[in-house]
């Protein structure tokens, strides 16, 4: 298929919103936006990138490149929703087809329409509020009370935290709760957007400003009368922010290319998961617009500092799956929670979150147990410290399964029976048949010693 083709593809198959060329190795050879002038805008941020680590939702089954390489056949009209590397996500309806040279197959073009903005066919996700924000923490409960008063107002934001500490939850529990929660709320990762496409991306462009420029709204104007959140801030170029901070005071910005001003009426809500002074003095941030932007301040506790916290989200998140995988899981059986308090977590609650998520794909009982969980969770705890340092040498699932025995004979020892001993252990009574015989304990011997 020849790029120069497109009339003839669109006289067949309707319109072309994207160009995607991927040579047999899966590198990206050409990648381009094309206009309603069939111009073509080139994205080559993306050059040279191999497709499956640009779009981490492909793989060999569902690409329509692996597809066609495999079978050398055009695949038509196949819909797939991909996040791109602005984090933006992005549905179309994808028709991919063999380039061939000298007969041999040599990759692939892949010709997309865009359904994400002409369609309306992507769903919004209902926002945080703040029931969401779960927690005994009492530098949390301040935060949310503090959360409620600022929501009233329009003052500048800056939410300052680690990476999984829960930032988003109290940017869009701001927006929800305010004035303007009928109103856009509109989301950018500053670093996730090229140095080049961050201005028009948040200002918009005017056609003919450069080649291939349409008339485009940007970020500013989409959130009008709503809020705009602009996640690590220390990311975007210095030079930049400058712009920023002036239309943050001024409500009003130029396009790129353009020669009006735009006046908008948007909340600014940044975050930052380093400390303010220390982007500032890596000249990764303005000071001068550090002080615009966090007139109101919210500074999220790591996980660690806030270890109350660990078991109602874990209980939290065992609603939340119960939910999302229909099963009905009870709860967390007092080892497994040992484990998980005894855990420094590094990422924070979504490492929590995605620990309880693999834990929900294996269990097998009424109880999440601590078998269930990832194995570092398990090495890493003070649990293995029964075991002596002489049982702690050999293969971790050797020493979870000797720790587990040690369990089951100390219960059937206090038990009547095995449905006694298996209700305390909150397995099944045919789980725990299975487990003794595979660990050769003589049960009968054991009960009620």
């Not at 038990?415 to 209700?423: E, F, I, T, V």
Request: with cysteine; net charge neutral.
């Amino acid at each position: 298929m020849e790029i120069n083709n497109l009339d003839k593809f669109t006289t067949l198959y309707g319109r072309v919103d994207a160009i995607l060329i991927v040579n047999k190795s899966n590198i990206i050879e050409y990648s381009a936006m094309i206009t309603e002038d069939k111009e073509y805008l080139r994205t080559d941020d993306i050059l040279g990138k191999n497709l499956f680590d640009v779009y981490p939702e492909l793989d060999e089954k569902n690409s329509t490149h692996a597809r066609v390489m495999a079978t050398g056949l055009p695949v038509i009209n196949q819909k797939q929703t991909l996040t791109e590397p602005s984090g933006r996500r992005h549905t179309s309806i994808t028709s991919t087809f063999p380039i061939e040279n000298g007969g041999e197959l040599i990759g692939s073009i892949d010709l997309s329409v865009d359904l994400s903005e002409k369609s309306g066919m992507t769903q919004k996700r209902k926002l945080f509020c703040l029931d969401d924000i779960v927690t005994c923490n009492q530098s949390m409960k301040l935060i949310k009370e503090k959360l409620v008063k600022i929501a009233l107002n329009d003052s500048p934001v800056m939410v300052i935290g680690e990476s999984g500490t829960g930032k988003e939850l109290i940017v869009e529990s701001i927006h929800t709760h305010s004035r303007r929660f009928q109103s856009p709320f509109i989301s950018l990762n500053c670093a996730a957007v090229p140095d080049a496409l961050i201005e028009s991306t948040l200002f918009g462009t005017v056609k003919g400003s450069f080649t291939g420029a349409e008339n485009r709204k940007g970020l500013f104007e989409l959130a009008d009368r709503g809020t705009l959140f602009l996640d690590e801030i220390n990311s975007m170029n210095i030079e930049l922010q400058a712009k920023l901070l002036k239309v943050v005071e001024e409500q009003r910005y130029m396009k790129v290319g353009g020669e009006e001003y735009v006046n908008v009426d948007v909340r600014l809500i940044s975050a930052m998961n380093i400390s303010p002074q220390e982007a500032i003095d890596a000249k990764k941030l303005r000071q001068d617009l550090f002080y615009r932007l966090s007139v109101v301040q919210f500074l999220v506790p790591p996980l660690r500092k806030r270890r109350e916290d660990i078991v109602p989200l874990a209980e939290y998140f065992v609603s939340v799956y119960n939910e999302k995988m229909n099963k009905q899981v009870s709860g967390i059986n007092d080892f497994a929670m040992k484990v998980l308090q005894d855990h420094s977590w590094p990422g924070n609650v979504r490492e929590l979150r995605n620990v309880m998520e693999s834990a929900f794909n294996v269990v097998d009982g009424k109880q999440i147990r601590m078998a269930d969980l990832p194995d570092y969770l398990i090495a890493g705890s003070n649990i293995l410290g029964d075991f002596g340092e002489a049982d702690v040498t050999g293969h971790l699932a050797q020493m979870v399964e000797e720790y587990e025995k040690k369990i089951i004979v100390k219960v059937l020892k206090s038990s009547n029976s095995l449905n006694n001993a298996s209700s305390k252990m909150g397995i099944t009574r045919q789980t725990l048949k299975y487990k003794i015989e595979k660990m050769h304990i003589d049960y009968r011997a054991l009960l009620g010693k």
